[in-house]
């Protein structure tokens, strides 16, 4: 993994983006929550050739 050494076009940055470091952290299998996220179906087309897409019609 590659650190960032700059940032460019931060003109349109958000403005929250500099306080994300600022915000409580914890892991994804520290999140009571996070077993919703087992159950979530996406419908985005993978990223290479598949012999099922589109996926059938619930």
Do not use: C, N
Request: charged share 25%; aromatic share 8%.
């Amino acid at each position: 993994m590659l650190a960032p050494w700059i940032q460019y076009g931060i003109e349109g940055r958000l403005p929250f983006v500099d306080d994300l470091a600022a915000l409580p952290a914890r892991r994804t299998d520290q999140d009571e929550k996070a077993a919703d996220l087992a159950r979530i179906v996406p419908f985005q087309h993978p990223d290479h050739d598949t012999a099922d897409w589109p996926p059938p019609a619930s």
